[in-house]
Every structure is written in C-alpha cells, then in structure tokens.
C-alpha cells in the first residue's frame, strides 16, 4: 500500500537548522511530484515548497525562499527539506505530500505530519 512518513521534527532555537526527510513506498517514486506543507494552529495549511519528480524544478512559498531547500533521491525513494535561519513563525506541523496519475486520474497522498518548534 501507499506509505508517505515524514520524520527529523522537533525543538530548535531561532536561527538554528533543521533538515526533515520524506520517505515514501507503494507507488513508483521517480514519477511523482512531491510537495511538503505545514499548518500552524489557528491558520490554514500552506504550501512551503515542491519539486517535480526529476527533480528539474523547485518552488518555494515567499516566506522560506532563500532559507529552505527541498531535494529528492528517486533511487531511495525520499524527499527532503532542508531547513536554515529558522524563526518562531516557522513552528507548524509539517506534511510530506506524494501526487501522481493512476488510473486516469490525480492522487494525492498525505504524511501524518512531524513537529516542528521555534523557540528559544
């Protein structure tokens, strides 16, 4: 079956570095577009960065431009994002997302999501 389980969460202080890892099975990784998201309490899920599926293209929400970057490793089956600079605003749960075609149609599968906290 489809698995997406995000790992590497946790406490940083403001300025510090965290790199979160993606791993995924059940679907054939190398033709899947891979996103991560984050949702704080109170506020809506946003999309903070992607990556096609050869990983030719990135794109990144406004606020981590410059201070995150996603990768992937289509022979391991996992994406990463790697996380610098990192301010209090950036505490959210963060969610590895898998999208790809099958059966004629667009699916999507979710993580369960890891913590992220930014405090001192």
């Known amino acids: 079956q489809v698995q997406v389980v995000e790992s590497g969460g946790g406490l940083v202080q403001p300025g510090g570095s965290l790199s979160l890892s993606c791993a995924a099975s059940?679907?054939?990784?190398?033709?899947?577009?891979m996103s991560w998201y984050r949702q704080a309490p109170g506020k809506e899920r946003e999309l903070v960065a992607s990556i096609t599926s050869a990983g030719d293209s990135r794109n990144y929400a406004d606020s981590v431009k410059g201070r995150f970057t996603i990768s992937r490793d289509n022979a391991k089956n996992t994406v990463s994002l790697q996380m610098n600079s990192l301010k209090p605003e950036d505490t959210a749960v963060y969610y590895c997302k898998a999208g790809f075609i099958k059966n004629f149609r667009w699916n999507e599968y979710w993580g369960q999501g890891t913590q992220v906290t930014v405090s001192s």
């Open positions: 059940g679907f054939t990784f190398s033709e899947s577009a």
